[in-house]
Each structure stands twice: as C-alpha cells, then as structure tokens.
C-alpha cells in the first residue's frame, strides 16, 4: 500500500491548505488558494481535518460498533433507558 493513500484518501502526508512543510505548519491564511480536490486530503492544515473525515468520524461517534466506540455508540445511548 503507497504510504502516501490511506483509506481511499489520496493525500495523507501533507494539508489542502496551509503553508510550511507539508503544507502543515501554519493553519490556511486569509486568501491563500486551498487544493483544487479536497475529498482527497485527509487534513485540512496544520490541525484540523476535513470536511470528509469529519463526516467519517461522525458517522462512526453515532453508529459505530463496539470496535470504535466504547461502551455504546451515540445511538445507544440517545435510546438509553436506566
């Protein structure tokens, strides 16, 4: 597997937006141009990561299993009942 494609995200070693090494030393600046294909990045700038993962992170915080959540899932325990 290339090191730099994770998860069918193609860019893993480096930001859509921000400037330094990798493009992850310095958040996005005011009218600094982001990567032309986000969905392919799997973080943002320096700390944040994208509109993808977070989507991906949320589904799996909501309906995930027990291998990703512990000990219930945000589904189980909005229908919870002591």
């Known amino acids: 597997m290339d090191g730099n494609k ?11 937006c921000g400037i330094g090494r ?3 030393m310095i958040t ?3 009218f600094q ?6 969905n392919s990045y799997i973080f ?3 700390f944040h ?5 977070n989507v991906i992170l949320g589904k799996a ?3 995930g299993g027990a ?3 512990h000990p219930m899932n945000i589904q189980q325990l909005a229908a919870w009942q002591p």
């Open 33 to 38: 141009r982001p990567c032309m294909n986000r």
């Open 28 to 30: 996005c600046l005011p």
């Open 44 to 46: 943002w700038d320096a």
């Open 22 to 24: 990798n493009r992850g």
């Open 6 to 16: 994770i998860a069918g995200f193609g860019v893993a070693d480096r930001g859509c």
């Open 67 to 69: 291998d990703l959540v």
């Open 61 to 63: 915080a909501y309906s």
């Open 49 to 53: 990561p994208t509109e993808r993962v």
